[in-house]
């Protein structure tokens, strides 16, 4: 029998009754997907059936855990592993950073002086010079996966005085040890057979400049900066694929006081300055060269003011190095390029202060210009930065990776030495991770809130700052002079970075 019309639409169910909750579970989890993490986590909390896809899900999970701890993933499109032996990589990996549990010590060789040294992309590399000669020696430091594996120059054809190395571009720059006089020179070239390297237009990057003291080179994805010393400080920066010479300042061009420089960027820099209660100058360049299109200033960010008398004699900045190709090979996960810690060291006679700075608060400063050019200390510094007295000494550079930085803690009356990590990647409590009792010997705490600096005899007043970290602390059964670290491992440094031989037989490396 057909049914009227009206028996018919009594019996359809209406169309506005078929939520989307309706839809297959494959096809909801492909929707949730296009979603942020924040905004997964929202609708996990919007009902039950939301609830169980989110938490069954391994995908989700992992998409989630990864941007909680602010991670992009190194895995091959082809052959990566599941969606749920990546989250059990990356919870393992979370909690071995967290209690300092690395899964094994390696020492590893690698003998003869050394006069300059790099820790990039999980290669070690070390130069000495000798009789107008350079060695080399790059060695890739074992992983949980692979070995390690070393390459060696006894004659890199060039009086090296300083390099910097980028493994996942198989690129090294070379600073030539030239004459009196005789400007600068940048040998561009590959790490794997010493040649000229395929991208770039000149071996050899060239420009004049006045006698160099002293001087580092960076590089970052298709630039290489070199800032150099002798009676003043200048700035060089290439674009090192096309050989065009981007930034040229010397003394006169830079901020009055000028003590360090670091990259933000391949297109942005921050020079530090001593001058009156000291500074932060961020600048922007572009693709022209320096004498059509000079550096832009974007903003000078003030520190805080001192007393009457009292000076800022040193103030320098380190951070971790850029990878221009991304990932290197064998790493899983890793920081991003553009989200790291700046540590910076200031002296104020015979006090020593660090000061903890996000590079992404800096970028964002440059792509939001703010309305002054000057940002005195109160509007900028005690939300965005962590101000620590203490008297820590870093020998060894290469201490800061991403937003996690080794410091040394020295303890005279212990057999070892105390080993703390900092990681400014503060994220909230997930219920995933485990409440249980640290190991004796192991510590892990939290700080979100605001810790003072008084102003004693230095700062015309008391103030407070409250970037949030965490630390983890153990004890090592042996002494070191210091640390390095990056993704996957922590270094300790056996010998003094300050001896005048500078040599050492083996790093001892701490593989997570």
Known sequence: MLLTYNQERKQRKPVDSVGWLDLPTELLIEILKYLNPRDILHCQAVCRTLRDIVADCAELQYFIELTADNLVEGFPKHGAPSSAERLRLLLERRRRWRELDWTKKHVVPIPGACQAYEFVGGAFAKSMGFFGHSSLNVTWLPTRNAPARSIFYKDLGVAARDFAIDPSQDMMALVEAGADNAGIKIYIRSISKNEKHPLATDECLSAPSPQIGTCFIQIVHDVVGVFFWLDE????VWNWRSGKLLVSLQYSDLPVGAWDFAFLSNRTYMITSRHRNGSIDLYAFGDHAFDVAPPKHVVKLRLPEIQLGRELTFFSTHTSPFLGAGNTNDVPFSAPQDDRIHVMTLRYGREFFHLFLKNSFLLSLINCPPADAELAWDSWGPANTRFMRHGIQFQWLRYVHGQRVALPHSLPDSEGQMLS??????????????????????DYAVTREPSPIHKGTLFTRDFTTSLPYTRSTRMSPEYYNGF?????????????????????????VFTF
């Open 233 to 236: 400080p200048g700035l060089l």
């Open 421 to 442: 990590v900092l990681d400014f990647n503060v994220r909230p409590r997930r219920d995933r991770e485990s409440s249980q009792d640290l190991p004796a010997g192991y």
């Open 484 to 508: 390095m670290l990056d993704d996957q491992c922590i270094i300790g440094m056996k010998e003094s970075a300050f001896v005048d031989s500078g040599n050492f037989e083996d790093i001892d």
